[in-house]
C-alpha cells in the first residue's frame, strides 16, 4: 500500500516481465500439412461461415462463435463457446481438453448432432459435389478431394484450423507496460493506470493468479478447479476433464492417430504422457486472458456476468469446497471493495487498445475455378 | 531460471545417519557429463540432468540418470509441489539400463517449488531421492 506504484522489487519485475514480449513467436503446426498456407486459411476463413456444413443447413461456426462478438455468443449453456483467440498457443482444446490440436477441435461440432452435425460423408459428398468447395480444396491441399471420406473430414478440420491460427490479439496497454519496464523507460511506465499497477500486483502477489494465469497468454495451459459449480442439471455435474482425458483415449482424431501429418510425431509427448487422476474432475481448462473485457460471460458455463463478479468469486471462494481436492492454491482472498475494483482494472488493460480491428470479413474467399 | 538445493529435513537426517554409519556411496560425475546435479541417499546416489538443462515452466523436458549402489529393480520419476500438495498432470515413462536411464514426458506446469523425486527401488530396500528447485 504505502510503496510508490512504481516501485518494484527485481522478484516482482521477473514476475511481471514473464507475462511478455507479445506475440510470442509461433510455428506452423507440424501435425496440419496445410499450416500457416494461404490457400488454406482462404479456405478455412470460408468454411467458418458455411452453413451446409450443418446437417440442418441453416448453422455454422460463426452462429455460436460470431467474430465481431469476440468470437463467442455470449450466452450462458452447461459449457459455453469459448472465444476463439490465441489458439495456436493452446496445448488442449475445449474446456475439457478432450481434443490435442485445433484441427481436431473443429471436427467435433461437425461429428455432433447437437451442433452441425454433417459427419465425415456428408461434409465429403458437399466437398466433392460443389464446384467452389472442390477448387478450393485443391488450391489448399494441392490435389482434388479423393475417395476416402475420412481424409477429405479431417481436412476440412485442417483448413479450419489455418484459418484460426491467424487470430492472434493485438497489443494490449499492459505490453505498453511491460516493455516500458523492460527498456527502463519510466515515461512508458508511467503512462499506465496507477489503478492497474495496484491489480497487478494483487494479480502476481496475493491474489495467486499466476499460478494458473501464466505467461504471455495468461494461462499455463492445463486445467483447475476454480471453484465454479459445475452441474449441467440437479443431480448431474459435469466431470470436466476427467471426461476429456478419457474422450481423448478413445477418439481417432489425436497427434497419436493416423490423420496426424507428422511422421515423426514430435508434439505428441502431451497426448502419450497425460495422466488420468480422481482429482481431474471437475477440472477445466485455464482461459487465457488476453481480450478478457470482450469475451462475457465467464467461466466455462457462462455462469458470471462481469469481471467484477469474477474478482468477487475469487474474493469469497468456497476454501472448504477446494480443498477437498487436495491442490492448496486458491485461497478466499477477502478482497477489499476497492482492491476488486483495481484487479478488474488490470484484467481490462489485457485487452487490445482496438479491439475488432482485425475481425474477419463475413465473405468466403474469392472465386474459384 | 531454476535454483537447486538438495535435501530438506529428511534427507538431512538420511545423511547424518550416512554420516554415522560410513556407508554414503561415492559416486563420481558420469563420464561424458557436464553440469547435472546429484542426490545423495542412504542406499543410492544419484546424478541427474534435465533437457533441457534449465527447466522451462509448462514445457515438456527430459532426464537422464545415473546411480551409484547396489543393483537397481525399478526407478520412479516424478514431481510434486510441495506448497501446493499435487504432482504433475503428465506421468513420464522411464527406461532402466542397468544403473542408468532416462525419463520422458515431464512437464512443471506452474511456477513455484517443485520436487523431481525419484523412487528407486531394489532387492536392498527402496529409497525416495528428492532433489528440489524454484521456477520463476
Known amino acids: ?369 | 531460471m531454476a535454483r537447486w538445493c538438495f535435501g530438506g529435513p529428511a534427507l538431512a537426517a538420511a545423511l547424518a545417519l550416512v554420516l554415522a554409519t560410513g556407508q554414503a556411496v561415492a559416486c563420481a560425475r558420469p563420464q561424458g557429463w557436464t553440469g547435472g546435479a546429484r542426490i545423495v541417499g542412504e542406499l543410492w546416489t544419484a546424478w541427474w540432468r534435465s533437457k533441457p538443462a534449465a527447466i522451462p515452466v509448462g514445457a515438456h523436458f527430459s532426464i537422464r540418470f545415473h546411480l551409484c549402489g547396489p543393483p537397481v529393480g525399478r526407478v520412479g520419476v516424478r514431481g510434486w509441489m510441495p506448497d501446493h500438495r499435487h504432482g504433475m498432470n503428465y506421468r513420464p515413462a522411464v527406461t532402466l539400463n542397468g544403473l542408468s536411464g532416462t525419463a520422458e514426458g515431464l512437464m512443471f506446469h506452474m511456477p513455484g517449488r517443485w520436487q523431481l523425486i525419484l523412487d528407486v527401488r531394489g532387492a536392498a530396500g527402496r529409497e525416495k531421492l528428492t532433489a528440489e528447485t524454484v521456477l520463476e
Open chain 1, 1 to 369: 500500500m504505502s510503496a510508490p506504484a512504481l516501485e518494484f522489487t527485481a522478484e516482482e519485475e521477473r514476475r511481471i516481465l514473464r507475462h511478455g514480449p507479445w506475440p510470442p513467436a509461433s510455428r506452423p503446426d507440424p501435425s496440419n500439412r496445410v499450416s500457416g498456407k494461404p490457400a488454406a486459411i482462404a479456405f478455412g476463413r470460408a468454411l467458418f461461415f458455411d452453413p451446409r456444413l450443418s446437417f440442418s443447413g441453416a448453422v455454422s461456426c460463426a452462429t455460436c462463435h460470431p467474430p465481431d462478438r469476440a468470437w463467442t455468443d455470449g450466452l450462458p449453456r452447461s459449457r459455453g463457446p469459448p472465444s476463439l483467440f490465441n489458439l495456436r498457443f493452446n496445448r488442449w482444446f475445449g474446456w475439457d481438453g478432450a481434443q490435442d490440436t485445433l484441427w481436431a477441435q473443429n471436427l467435433r461440432p461437425l461429428l455432433d448432432g447437437r451442433e452441425m452435425g454433417v459427419g465425415p460423408s456428408g461434409a465429403a459428398r458437399l466437398v466433392r459435389s460443389d464446384r467452389q468447395l472442390s477448387c478450393s480444396y485443391r488450391r489448399a491441399f494441392g490435389v482434388a478431394p479423393g475417395a476416402d471420406d475420412a481424409w477429405i473430414f479431417v481436412d476440412l478440420g485442417k483448413a479450419l484450423a489455418a484459418f484460426l491460427e491467424t487470430q492472434v490479439t493485438g497489443r494490449t496497454p499492459f505490453d505498453d507496460f511491460r516493455d516500458a519496464l523492460a527498456r527502463n523507460d519510466a515515461a512508458g511506465q508511467a503512462r499506465y493506470p496507477a489503478a492497474a499497477v495496484r491489480g497487478l500486483r494483487l494479480f502476481l502477489g496475493r491474489g495467486n493468479c499466476a499460478f494458473c494465469h501464466f505467461g504471455p497468454t495468461f494461462t499455463n495451459g492445463e486445467f483447475a478447479d476454480a471453484g465454479v459449480p459445475h452441474f449441467i442439471k440437479p443431480g448431474r455435474v459435469d466431470p470436466g476433464r476427467h471426461g476429456g482425458i478419457r474422450k481423448l483415449r478413445r477418439s481417432p482424431y489425436t497427434l497419436l492417430g493416423r490423420f496426424n501429418d507428422d511422421a515423426q510425431r514430435s508434439t505428441a509427448a502431451k497426448t502419450r504422457y497425460v495422466r488420468l487422476r480422481q482429482s481431474n474432475f471437475g477440472e477445466f481448462r485455464v482461459p487465457g486472458l488476453r481480450n478478457v473485457a470482450l469475451t462475457a460471460p465467464y467461466m466455462h458455463a457462462g455462469s458470471l456476468e462481469t469481471l467484477a463478479d469474477v474478482a468477487r468469486h475469487y474474493s469469497t471462494i468456497d476454501e472448504e469446497r477446494l480443498h477437498a481436492g487436495g491442490e492448496r492454491i486458491l485461497r478466499r482472498l477477502d478482497l477489499s471493495a476497492r482492491e476488486q475494483v483495481d484487479l478488474v482494472a488490470f484484467l481490462k488493460t489485457l485487452t487490445e487498445k482496438t479491439p475488432l480491428h482485425e475481425y474477419v470479413e463475413k465473405t468466403g474467399n474469392a472465386l474459384c475455378r
